[in-house]
């Protein structure tokens, strides 16, 4: 349950991510600007890492980067609204 949900929060963050930036918005995270807002890549990410964390029996670290991950999405959500107004 988890897993999927930390999937389609990363999903998400690429789909607003993508919005924002078609909008004018600049990427924050220097770290993903190579990534930039592709939907595919982040979830491939995301299974990656989730599958990382499952083999090394630390599943549990990802409630805690699901509500983290769910921060940034709202933020996100909130800089597509901003900058469209």
């Known amino acids: 349950m988890s897993v999927a949900i930390f999937v389609t929060l990363n999903i998400v963050d690429a789909y607003l991510t993508k919005m924002a930036l078609t909008a004018g918005a600049v990427e924050v995270n220097p770290l993903m600007t190579a990534v930039g807002s592709s939907m595919i890549t982040k979830g491939l990410i995301a ?39």
């Open 47 to 85: 299974v990656a890492l989730a599958f990382i964390l499952y083999y090394f029996r630390k599943e549990k670290a990802l409630w805690p980067l699901n509500f983290i991950l769910f921060g940034i999405v709202l933020w996100n959500l909130a800089t597509c609204w901003i900058v469209t107004l």
